[in-house]
């Protein structure tokens, strides 16, 4: 099983493509909106110049109106949401062949993309049986994940900005190595004391003038 280095980034804060080796796919990264000082030539199209021949592929499954730009460019798979909830489930086989090798995947930093990713790298193969279930279930909050598949969301709802946490859920979706996911489990019961805490002061709101005011100070 080859492994390309990995790269991740948000529809708002992508790589430069300077900083990434050979060829490269992006996996489960919107087109960035024209919002909150973001745009598509700004931050989507910048990356897709500075790649040019080097973008072996992009695949995504969000709405944006300038899908159909790309309609005609093989190297674009798009979709919307209500035609795939989740990104794993468009990697296939046959997919992964027809892009060919490649030496870097950029991907998005929950656990549709970063599961895209360790199917990317076993060949369009579930990194575990249920696993594109589990990613639909995830991103669309609609349906009940599995144990692993919550284990693992809730260490990246933890701990949203660590690289290095995305890079082991990879490997360790990849691998199947039993021994990365102990890091992973630490990540995820993190998660249980913001959820305390958030209970807590939920407990503590107070009316005043029809509004509910948490004093969050302490």
Do not use: N
């Not at 280095?5 to 948000?10: D, K, N, P, Q, S």
């Not at 892009?99 to 193969?125: P, Q």
């Not at 890091?183 to 407990?203: C, K, Q, V, W, Y």
């Amino acid at each position: 099983m080859s492994y390309p280095a990995l790269a991740f980034g948000t529809p708002r804060k992508l790589p430069k493509a300077s900083s990434l080796v050979g060829r490269v796919v992006v996996l489960d990264i919107a087109f960035a909106a024209e919002v909150a000082g973001s745009s598509f030539e700004k931050v989507t199209q910048k990356l897709i110049d500075g790649l040019g021949p080097r973008l072996a592929m992009w695949v995504d499954h969000h709405d944006h109106v300038l899908h159909a730009r790309f309609r005609e460019d093989p190297r674009f798979v798009l979709c919307t949401k209500a035609e795939h909830g989740a990104l794993p489930e468009m990697i296939t086989p046959e997919l992964v062949e027809r892009a060919g090798a490649v030496d870097t995947i950029v991907c998005h930093t929950d656990f549709d993309g970063l599961c895209a990713a360790a199917k990317w790298i076993r060949g369009g193969v579930e990194p575990y049986p249920g696993a594109d279930d589990d990613a639909r279930a995830i991103d669309t909050r609609i349906g009940t994940p599995g144990d692993l598949a919550t284990t693992i969301d809730r260490a990246l709802r933890a701990r949203p900005r660590d690289e290095g946490l995305f890079g082991l859920v990879v490997r360790f979706l990849a691998k199947g190595d039993a021994s990365l996911l102990g890091p992973i489990r630490e990540a995820s019961e993190l998660l249980r004391a913001h959820e305390d805490e958030a209970r807590r002061l939920a407990r503590a709101y107070e009316i005043e003038k029809d509004v509910a005011v948490v004093d969050a100070r302490e």
